[in-house]
């Protein structure tokens, strides 16, 4: 390697380093100085809390136990909103594709939802589903499903229509075009709608347990708003935080292994 | 020599949500056994749509074309090569037999032996993005011939190629066409390949388009694409589709 290469090498390590000590300085500097304004009582420690106080709060809560049920009670509704989701959009994505007449007479309903701020259906859906776990999926699924049909459809009319002529021009069927073309060559697309969609999905089940639960870290969060215990809404948020870059980065680890796409 | 393929007044009309628009006025011409026939013609004069209702992917508006073979198996060669990315170029050259469900073991020995013929053999297990150009379109040349084809249908395969390769891969694509004695229709815009590969070209008007002029092509010393267009003929071939396709710039 010349002299040249390998000073760019260095430097763009020693870029890359800068960026990571700059998060690091940012988050180290914002949790130091909270602790220290609420030490000095330049902010009100029971309104901004403090970071000793969130973290005392949550080892608490990992005392008791109680963590681990409202973080499994998350995770279990998101995953099973999620492959919900990720299956129901498929399969009408590929409706949508086969029938376009369909596809042309539901696109401004999709429209239409998808716009629609669904937190203003919690009431009905609460009434609809009940005040229980099925209440939090369906809106878990009012927001993600439609983000998914509309993200996994638009993958499908991206594909090369001059792969499209070949097939037909070997003979071959709707059944099969979407075998050996639509769903391969749409793979990419499907594979970084998972991204959006889990995203989506935690948004759904977050507003879904502040509606109606008895568990999960929503429910953790609107009881200590209740409670006016802000230190408590604040350790949920911050379990929340780790969750949510937990689930998405354990979602993009997946979609590197499934992306191997020659 | 005996016709495979006659095709007899063809009309082709698109229907937009606005209006109807013609694309092929009336086209016949009979296609010979074993010949090379080369349509060309300005962009978007009609050629492609012919080539289309010929393979039986799109519908004439009126006319009809009849095969003096029973069931003939049409090979399509499109303007790129159109392989799939996430298959191996092996298993691209299945594709056709797959969807035909005629994948079996005899089959894939005569694949390979294409493979092999076409000194592409230690590429099979490669993806599409390892090979070159004119590489990825022999093998989709390959992926057609695999279905073992009475007629070939080429769709200005060789435009998305650079000027050299363009030229390498005309003149494979000739002599594998040549050693298979398969009967072919090509659709180009380029009047010089025309001329260096084909037996009869049809010249087509602007659209909606008809047949201006069919010429049988005869060069001393006929050989392969390059060499033919050291033909004494050539040029004036050449100058006079020029002349029939007017083609202003």
Redesign the interface.
């Known amino acids: 390697m010349s002299e040249e290469a390998k000073k760019i090498i260095k430097k763009k390590k020693q870029k890359k380093y800068f960026i990571i000590f700059a998060q690091l300085f940012i988050v180290i500097t914002f949790f130091i100085g909270w602790e220290i304004l609420a030490k000095a009582k330049v902010i009100n420690p029971f309104i901004f809390s403090s970071p000793s106080r969130i973290l005392k709060t949550i080892y608490e809560l990992i005392l008791s136990g109680e963590l681990w049920i409202h973080i499994y009670t998350t995770l279990y509704e998101t995953i099973l909103a999620f492959i919900i989701g990720i299956s129901c959009g498929f399969i009408i994505a590929i409706l949508l594709y086969e029938f376009p007449t369909l596809a042309k007479i539901i696109d401004p309903f999709l429209t239409m939802i998808n716009s629609l701020p669904k937190v203003a259906l919690g009431p009905i859906i609460i009434i609809w589903a009940g005040a229980n776990t099925n209440s939090i999926i369906v809106m878990a699924l009012l927001i993600n499903l439609i983000v998914s049909i509309l993200n996994i459809y638009n993958g499908f009319l991206g594909v090369?229509e001059?792969?499209i002529?070949?097939?037909?021009?070997?003979?071959?069927n709707k059944i099969?075009i979407l075998k050996?073309?639509i769903i391969?060559?749409s793979?990419r697309t499907i594979i970084s709608s998972l991204k959006i969609n889990i995203s989506m999905t935690l948004i759904g089940v977050i507003m879904g347990e502040f509606l109606v639960s008895k568990k999960g870290i929503g429910y953790l969060i609107i009881y200590g708003t209740q409670v006016f215990n802000l230190t408590l809404v604040m350790a949920g948020i911050l379990v929340l935080i780790v969750l949510s870059f937990l689930i998405y980065e354990v979602v993009s680890f997946i979609e590197k292994k499934l992306s191997t796409?020659? | 020599m005996n016709n495979l393929l006659d095709i007899h007044e063809i009309k082709k009309n698109y229907i937009t949500d606005k209006e109807e628009i013609e694309a092929i006025k009336s086209i016949s011409f009979s296609v010979k056994k074993g010949e090379i026939i080369t349509l060309v013609g300005s962009s978007g004069c009609g050629k492609s749509s012919l080539l289309s209702i010929i393979a039986g992917i799109d519908h004439a508006t009126n006319g009809s074309f009849q095969f003096h073979k029973e069931n003939p198996i049409i090979g399509y060669m499109l303007q790129n090569d159109a392989l799939f990315p996430w298959l191996t170029i092996y298993q691209n050259a299945l594709l056709g037999l797959k969807i035909q469900k005629k994948n079996t073991k005899e089959n894939q020995e005569y694949v390979k032996k294409l493979f092999k013929t076409y000194n592409l053999e230690e590429f099979m297990n490669k993806y599409p993005k390892e090979l070159s150009g004119g590489m990825k379109q022999r093998v989709a040349l390959i992926r057609t011939l695999a279905i073992k084809p009475d007629i070939l249908l080429l769709d200005e395969p060789f435009s998305a190629l650079d000027y050299q390769s363009r030229l390498a891969v005309s003149d494979d694509v000739f002599k594998i066409i040549k050693r298979e004695k398969i009967t072919t229709i090509m659709v180009s815009h380029d009047i010089a390949e025309a001329i260096s590969m084909s037996d009869r070209i049809v010249v087509l008007s602007k659209r909606p388009c008809y047949v201006k002029k069919i010429y049988d092509i005869y060069l001393t010393n006929k050989q392969n694409p390059i060499e033919n267009r050291k033909a004494k003929e050539f040029a004036d071939y050449y100058n006079k589709i020029w002349k029939d396709l007017d083609i202003f710039v």
């Open positions: 090369d001059t792969k002529k070949l097939l037909k021009s070997f003979g071959a099969q050996h073309l391969p060559e793979k796409d020659r």
